[in-house]
């Protein structure tokens, strides 16, 4: 028999490859579990008191060594849609004692992927958004989306039938990002969401849903919007630094319908970047023009949970109802809603007859929602809400001096005024469910709204 040495050299390639990966995913999945145990030997040693826990768990710093300039294929188990690959590209420059920026990167088309495209490198690194990002010294780690098992960051498909359903892909990215956190020494501080088109999309859902693990999002190209999803409230966005590029030429997500909803935002977002690129199309040079300058906006910012002064809104208690130090445990909206809490809609540009479409508004037919605005200065939180039943106050020592009491009005009636002792258990619990070094809660504070 004629040996093939092509054939010979790819089984060889290929058996190195899959031989270092197994090893690799094996060292990671073993790290994992070694962080669980450790939280395990704190819980139950009693001479580490809630001081000593909080010091261990924000400098916590187990992480295997891991070989750079490589991009290693893992999966995330969920009970909703399987094994959910996704890829971690770790930079040349990677170093297990210190920490690195992260960005989480969802690619665009999902309409046109499948969890198969994972195993094919060929397939999944033609991306030139990849191509530039590896070039600049972050971890990268890219989910892949199946819209026929409904893992789709930009279309919630189940919500056509029942529009009581959210999109859970937003949970599992999150997911994702904190199995990568116990493996991977991650600056919490310093992750980031980026894509261009439905990946765009993405990073804005991530934005309205589950932003609490990050520092910024960077849409390029973005709808600004989820198809069939009734829970997209836009206001959420004014949270977090937000940096977006569209292209005038642009014929599948008008730069029209753009200019709409950054003509609102400009006036009530603290960190809105916004640039238009005249004379290019939806996926066109603009994209390796832009993508050099990330790196600005990335070192520019960093995470801030512990800001002053929030807003978030929700309709549901069981799901994407918490940002930063608030929660919306208890929700009723059949309640009156204050007057600062309407719905908020846009024109809507009609791609196909090139005007404003004045039959239907974007983000009209959303659910009810519930919202609530809040502050807090010198250990007095004072919220605002609207539709708010029950809701919970994350407590931690960068925000409020544990030495003193703890004042909480809502609507204009202090319902509590107490001091607040450290927990080790709810730290303990807290930090095994986010992996977050820096941001540690030590107990909270449930309330009722009256």
């Known amino acids: 028999m004629k040996l093939n040495?092509?054939?010979?050299?790819?089984?060889?390639?290929?058996?190195?490859?899959?031989?270092?990966?197994?090893?690799?995913?094996?060292?990671l999945e073993k790290a994992a579990s070694n962080a669980e145990k450790r939280i395990s030997q704190i819980r139950v040693n009693n001479e580490i008191d809630a001081d000593s826990t909080f010091k261990l768990l924000s400098n916590w710093h187990d992480y295997p060594d891991i070989k750079g300039g490589k991009d290693y294929l893992f999966y995330y188990t969920d009970s909703l849609f399987g094994k959910v690959p996704f890829r971690v590209f770790v930079p040349v420059s990677y170093n297990n004692i210190r920490k690195s920026t992260c960005i989480l990167l969802l690619h665009g088309a999902v309409g046109q992927s499948s969890f198969a495209d994972a195993d094919s490198i060929q397939k999944?690194?033609?991306?030139?958004?990849?191509?530039?990002?590896?070039k600049q010294d972050n971890v990268i780690v890219r989910p892949i989306g199946d819209p026929k098992k409904f893992f789709n960051w930009v279309l919630n498909k189940k919500a056509f039938r029942d529009r009581d359903v959210p999109n859970f892909t937003y949970q599992t990215l999150a997911n994702i990002l904190i199995s990568v956190k116990k493996q991977v020494n991650i600056n919490d501080s310093k992750i980031f969401a980026l894509g261009h088109s439905d990946g765009s999309d993405g990073a804005i859902g991530l934005g309205l849903y589950t932003p609490n693990q990050f520092a910024g999002f960077m849409a390029y190209n973005s709808m600004f919007d989820n198809i069939f999803a009734r829970d997209f409230y836009i206001r959420n966005i004014i949270n977090n630094p937000l940096y977006v590029v569209h292209?005038?030429?642009?014929?599948?997500?008008?730069?029209?319908?753009?200019?709409?909803?950054?003509?609102?935002?400009?006036?009530?977002?603290?960190?809105?970047?916004?640039?238009?690129?005249?004379?290019?199309?939806?996926?066109?040079?603009?994209l390796n023009t832009d993508l050099p300058y990330t790196p600005v906006f990335i070192n520019s910012?960093?995470?801030?949970?512990?800001?002053?002064?929030?807003?978030?809104?929700?309709?549901?208690?069981?799901?994407?109802?918490?940002?930063?130090?608030?929660?919306?445990?208890?929700?009723?909206?059949?309640?009156?809603?204050?007057?600062?809490?309407?719905?908020?809609?846009f024109p809507n540009y009609d791609k196909i007859k090139k005007e404003i479409d004045t039959r239907y508004r974007q983000y009209q037919g959303l659910n009810k929602s519930a919202a609530v605005k809040g502050t807090f200065f010198n250990n007095i939180f004072n919220l605002e809400t609207s539709g708010v039943k029950e809701t919970e106050i994350m407590i931690s020592p960068l925000m409020v001096n544990l030495e003193q009491p703890v004042v909480v009005n809502i609507n204009g009636k202090q319902v509590f005024r107490g001091k607040i002792q450290a927990d080790k258990n709810f730290m303990l619990r807290n930090f095994k469910a986010s992996f977050d070094r820096d941001a540690i809660w030590v107990n909270s504070v449930k309330l009722k709204v009256e």
Not at 17 to 24: D, I, N, R, V
Not at 124 to 134: Q, R
Not at 266 to 278: A, P, Q, V
Not at 318 to 324: E, G, M, R, V
Request: glycine share 2%; proline share 1%.
């Open 5 to 27: 040495l092509n054939h010979l050299i790819l089984f060889i390639l290929f058996f190195t490859f899959s031989s270092t990966l197994s090893a690799q995913e094996n060292a």
């Open 247 to 286: 292209s005038d030429l642009d014929d599948l997500r008008p730069i029209q319908q753009t200019r709409i909803i950054m003509d609102w935002l400009k006036d009530r977002h603290n960190h809105l970047i916004y640039k238009e690129y005249i004379g290019y199309q939806h996926y066109d040079k603009h």
């Open 301 to 345: 910012v960093s995470r801030n949970l512990f800001k002053n002064t929030i807003y978030w809104e929700c309709y549901s208690d069981k799901i994407y109802n918490s940002y930063a130090w608030i929660k919306l445990t208890g929700i009723d909206t059949g309640l009156n809603r204050a007057a600062w809490h309407q719905s908020l809609t």
């Open 124 to 134: 999944f690194d033609d991306d030139i958004i990849f191509a530039i990002l590896k």
